[in-house]
């Protein structure tokens, strides 16, 4: 079992950043594929990205490919977000996820283990 718990979430104007932070307890972190998602307000959950086990290798989603990156810290069991160039269309409730199949990455059925989110709002 790993129990996630999201934050940094906020209000912030179109152009700016945030980050989101994921911390992770239960098990040994480096055992997990690690992913965030989003979703807006009737629209379906997305992908985001992924990071993968080490941290070596990246994955995103075209539309936040070169504004977002995600890093991950397995000693001290957190993963975070790095939000920049921030659209209002990137509103939403972002969610991290852990994965144990290691070629985890766009597919949400992977991730067997979800935190409750942290809310992003990016006014125009």
């Known amino acids: 079992q790993v129990q996630l718990v999201e934050s940094g979430g906020g209000l912030v104007q179109a152009g700016g950043s945030l980050r989101l932070s994921c911390a992770a307890s239960?098990?040994?972190?480096?055992?997990?594929?690690l992913g965030w998602f989003r979703q807006a307000p009737g629209k379906e959950r997305e992908f985001v990205g992924r990071i993968s086990r080490s941290g070596s290798s990246t994955q995103y989603a075209d539309s936040v490919k070169g504004r977002f990156t995600i890093s991950r810290d397995n000693a001290k069991g957190t993963v975070h977000l790095q939000m920049n160039s921030l659209k209002p269309e990137d509103t939403g409730a972002y969610s991290c996820?852990?994965?144990?199949?290691?070629?985890?990455?766009?597919?949400?059925?992977?991730?067997?283990?979800w935190g409750q989110g942290t809310q992003v709002t990016v006014s125009s």
């Open positions: 996820a852990a994965s144990g199949k290691f070629w985890a990455a766009s597919d949400s059925e992977d991730y067997a283990y």
């Open positions: 239960g098990r040994i972190l480096s055992n997990y594929v």
